[in-house]
């Protein structure tokens, strides 16, 4: 194909962040842009020159010159809008977490399988440069076998109203991020090493007025080979994103600092003005993030859904891995709610 056609479906934060990547990608054209507010759809497809911008999904979903179809939208609108594409036997890409539930997710995956097109999921972190990297180094041994992961991921709350609101988007905190930090643990230690066992704590400790979730948490995941998943997420630190991994092996360690050791540092007394993401200061002491869009891996994953749909391949997260990252979330809430280990039966 001359280009791979796409149309975005949601205009807000995350949708943002895969035009940034896709900017960067060769082979493919933006040619729509949707909403269920044709005012958010008409105003983000002025400001990133895509030709068309509309509230009706059904008109999308008709068109025949759409190769690929990229879900941008809040958590609640994922299965509907997956469903309808899998009825209409088109490709698909859905940001995370998948679903707000493992029953949620198990049906997207079950019928954009069963329309023998390609679903990708799109976790950003397993296509962040120095986690990719990271990997490359334990394929090749260095670090003997891996024991244990730590992640986290935490910033001060949310960007938009609705991630507040748990029966919108499924959780708090350990929903909204853990699946990263389950994905990075799975990245780590491969996926042929399945995880067995969860157990989570999570409470509210600052957010009352907004949230009904908790806006802190901990996830432990244990896997097959005994090794360890420590999952730290949390929605009041302040300082804009902390992103960091470290990977702990027999032979040696590695770690991962994204957002606070990036290669720019900064002291200004005026607003600098976009720092990084979730920044809560423009001023003082700052740690700019040049190229996030990079360095989070929004462009990496983009180039490969795109070339998957270019040449046919099956991309390396699909609606299967979503899947399994919803169902370790469920276990981490029943954890929280029990305060015991839960057992995951294997698929």
Request: charged letters at 20%; hydrophobic letters at 40%; a negative charge.
């Amino acid at each position: 194909m001359a280009s791979v056609n796409i149309a975005m479906l949601g205009s807000g934060f995350v949708a943002e962040f895969y035009l940034q990547g896709l900017a960067n990608v060769a082979g493919q054209t933006i040619v729509a842009n949707y909403s269920r507010d044709l005012a958010k759809a008409e105003a983000f497809a002025a400001r990133w020159g895509i030709p068309e911008a509309t509230d009706s999904l059904t008109h999308l979903i008709s068109r025949d010159d759409i190769d690929l179809y990229i879900i941008a939208l809040p958590n609640e609108a994922h299965l509907p809008v997956s469903l309808a594409l899998s009825a209409a036997r088109r490709h698909q890409v859905c940001t995370k977490p998948l679903g707000r539930t493992a029953a949620e997710a198990l049906q997207m995956w079950q019928a954009a399988e069963a329309s023998g097109m390609l679903h990708g999921y799109a976790e950003t972190e397993v296509f962040a440069p120095c986690v990719v990297k990271a990997r490359e180094m334990i394929e090749s041994g260095g670090l003997g076998r891996v024991l244990w992961v730590r992640s986290r991921e935490s910033h001060s709350g949310p960007h938009s109203p609705h991630f507040w609101d748990v029966e919108k988007t499924g959780g708090g905190a350990m929903n909204d991020l853990g699946c990263h930090c389950i994905s990075a643990a799975r990245y780590f230690f491969g996926k042929d090493d399945p995880i067995v066992r969860v157990m989570a704590w999570g409470k509210r400790l600052v957010h009352h007025d907004k949230t009904a979730g908790e806006d802190n948490a901990l996830l432990l995941l244990q896997f097959a080979s005994g090794g360890l998943g420590h999952c730290e997420l949390s929605w009041t630190t302040k300082g804009g994103l902390d992103l960091r991994n470290e990977i702990h092996g027999t032979e040696g360690s590695l770690f991962t600092d994204v957002t606070r050791g990036t290669p720019l540092t900064a002291f200004t007394t005026r607003d600098a003005g976009y720092i990084i993401e979730k920044a809560d200061a423009a001023s003082g002491w700052t740690r700019p993030l040049p190229e996030e869009a990079f360095a989070y891996g929004y462009q990496a994953e983009m180039r490969h859904f795109v070339e998957c749909v270019r040449y046919g391949r099956t991309p390396r997260e699909t609606y299967h891995d979503g899947y399994l990252v919803n169902r370790i979330l469920d276990a981490g809430y029943a954890s929280l709610r029990s305060g015991a280990w839960v057992d995951l039966a294997q698929e």
